[in-house]
């Protein structure tokens, strides 16, 4: 069972900066791609940006340049700096991870989402 517990989403105003964290607990051998999403009313869940276990990152065209994703992997922790908010980027964010549970099973996850509400 792998849980993820995120935190660090909440009400901003235009311009501003916060601060997503998730952190990896319970039983696996390793974490590989750690990653956030959201999702806003109506629409369907995307990709904002993730990280491979070698440090690799992949961003959303509409966030690159003011977010940034980052990992501890001695915490199992994986961060997501949003600078530069816009009411566009108004979602709930969801963390996702992708653990190696065995030698012949992966696992994938998710956690159960924080909100991110951006002013105009």
């Known amino acids: 069972q792998v849980q993820l517990v995120e935190s660090g989403g909440g009400l901003v105003q235009a311009g501003g900066s916060l601060r997503l964290s998730c952190a990896v607990s319970g039983s696996f051998l390793s974490i590989n791609t750690m990653g956030w999403y959201r999702q806003a009313p109506g629409r369907q869940r995307d990709l904002v940006a993730a990280?491979?276990?070698?440090?690799?990152?992949n961003y959303a065209d509409s966030v690159k340049g003011r977010f940034t994703i980052s990992r501890d992997n001695a915490k199992n922790t994986v961060y997501l700096q949003m600078n530069s908010l816009k009411p566009e980027d108004t979602a709930v964010y969801y963390c996702?991870?992708?653990?190696?549970?065995?030698?012949?099973?992966?696992?994938?996850?998710w956690g159960q989402g924080t909100q991110v509400t951006v002013s105009s």
């Open positions: 990280i491979t276990s070698s440090g690799t990152t």
């Open positions: 996702n991870v992708e653990t190696r549970i065995s030698s012949v099973t992966r696992g994938n996850s």
